[in-house]
Structures are given as structure tokens and as C-alpha cells.
């Protein structure tokens, strides 16, 4: 198995621009979390997704972010415009079917973003 | 605010010795896990500890839990330069939904 997979590992972009970033969860896991990290404050979840459908939002930041997954194996976080202060690690992370008594997250290796 | 504090911020230790990372936080949980992280790179599950277990070991790994007190500790013995990573704990409750703790820098000189 791949594992998690983000793309891009590394984005540069200017203030105002759109910048989508990328995920593919593992096969099989049935939810999909989107997290920041920053040295300031710590790691945050975003938002999350249990079979395609968001769950919990209450982690953006604002209407600046969006989250998107349009299938099981597919999702992206799309922020628009972009402020330097959007300048993190962002990590997308997968877990099997809780019913499964599963609860380990397995992490991307994460985007680095850098907002200028 | 984060649910996990952990303590101490950092801790630097010889190889071979044993490294000890607390963990508090503020409301009651179904679980909790700790994770590691290497420099630059995503977040690698450690252990996971339910809130009615008290103690829990896995190889070098053995974690504690007091649900009265709000706190959990993960100890590494004998410890490695490769052990050189942040550790964080997580919490549960009830939801999908982990809350990470602050972390703990390791650092373990050869």
C-alpha cells in the first residue's frame, strides 16, 4: 500500500492567489481529515469526511477555505484567495471504518505551503 | 484552545536511557493515542489507550492513563538516536475528531 498521498509536497504562491492542495486517502479507509500545522499553533483539524460527506467544518479558518471530496479515493482543500498567514503544513490523513474498532489516522507526508 | 498539553516541551537524553513525555487534558475521553513525528514528515501512529485501560505496552513503549487526574504518559526505554522525533498525544471523544497535544521534542544523543 502507497499510503497517504499529498500533492504537492511543496507550494509557493504570492498573496491572492488560489492554491489547491492535493489528497489521496488509502484504499478502504472511509474517512478523510484535513489538518494544519504551524509553530504558533500546534497541529488543528480542518475539517473532516466519513463516506464522501463532511462531518465537522468547525476547524476552518473561514470562508477562504473550502473542502471538497467528490469520491472515496479523492479530495482536495482549496484556499482562495491566499494570505500569508495561510503559510503551514497542511496534512491530509485517512482511517478505516470505525465500526472496525479502528481508530489510528494514518498522515500524509504533508504540503508545505508558503504564502508571500 | 488544544485539549493536550504535554510537558516537558522538550528533552534531551543519552542513548540508553529512558525518556518520559506527560500528557494532560481538560474534558473526559474514549481514547487516547500518541503519535510521532519526524522532521518533515507526517504523523506515524504509536499506541493507542482506551479510557478504561490503565497501562499499555508495545515493544519499548509503555503508556499510562488516570482518567481521574487527566493525564498520560508515554515512556520509551532504552532509547535510540532514531528515536529523535516530536511525540504527541490525542484525544477522543466519542467522535471522530482527535485533539492533538502541543508535543514533545525528543532529541537522543549517541
Known amino acids: 500500500d502507497a499510503g497517504v498521498i499529498q500533492s504537492p509536497r511543496h507550494e509557493v504562491t504570492e498573496m491572492g492567489q488560489e492554491v489547491t492542495l492535493r489528497c489521496k486517502p488509502i484504499s478502504g479507509h472511509n474517512s478523510l481529515f484535513w489538518y494544519r500545522q504551524t509553530m504558533m499553533r500546534g497541529l488543528e483539524l480542518l475539517i473532516y469526511?466519513?463516506?464522501?460527506?463532511?462531518?465537522?467544518d468547525s476547524g476552518m479558518p473561514e470562508d477562504r477555505f473550502s473542502a471538497k471530496m467528490p469520491n472515496a479515493s479523492f479530495s482536495t482543500l482549496k484556499i482562495q484567495p491566499s494570505e500569508p498567514r495561510d503559510s503551514a503544513v497542511y496534512f491530509c490523513?485517512?482511517?478505516?471504518?470505525?465500526?472496525?474498532?479502528?481508530?489510528?489516522?494514518?498522515f500524509g507526508p504533508g504540503t508545505r505551503l508558503t504564502v508571500t | 484552545s488544544q485539549q493536550g498539553e504535554e510537558d516537558p516541551q522538550a528533552l534531551s537524553i543519552q542513548e540508553g536511557e529512558n525518556a518520559t513525555m506527560n500528557c494532560s487534558y481538560k474534558t473526559s475521553i474514549n481514547n487516547l493515542q500518541w503519535y510521532r513525528q519526524n522532521s518533515g514528515r507526517g504523523l506515524v501512529h504509536l499506541i493507542l489507550?482506551?479510557?478504561?485501560?490503565r497501562e499499555k505496552h508495545s515493544g519499548r513503549l509503555r503508556v499510562t492513563l488516570d482518567t481521574s487526574k487527566k493525564s498520560s504518559s508515554l515512556l520509551i526505554t532504552a532509547s535510540r538516536a532514531a528515536d529523535t522525533a516530536s511525540y504527541f498525544c490525542a484525544t477522543s471523544r466519542y467522535t471522530d475528531k482527535l485533539i492533538f497535544g502541543t508535543g514533545t521534542r525528543l532529541q537522543v544523543f549517541p
Open positions: 469526511f466519513n463516506n464522501n460527506v463532511p462531518i465537522d
Open positions: 490523513a485517512s482511517r478505516a471504518d470505525r465500526a472496525q474498532s479502528s481508530y489510528e489516522q494514518y
Open positions: 489507550i482506551r479510557s478504561n485501560e
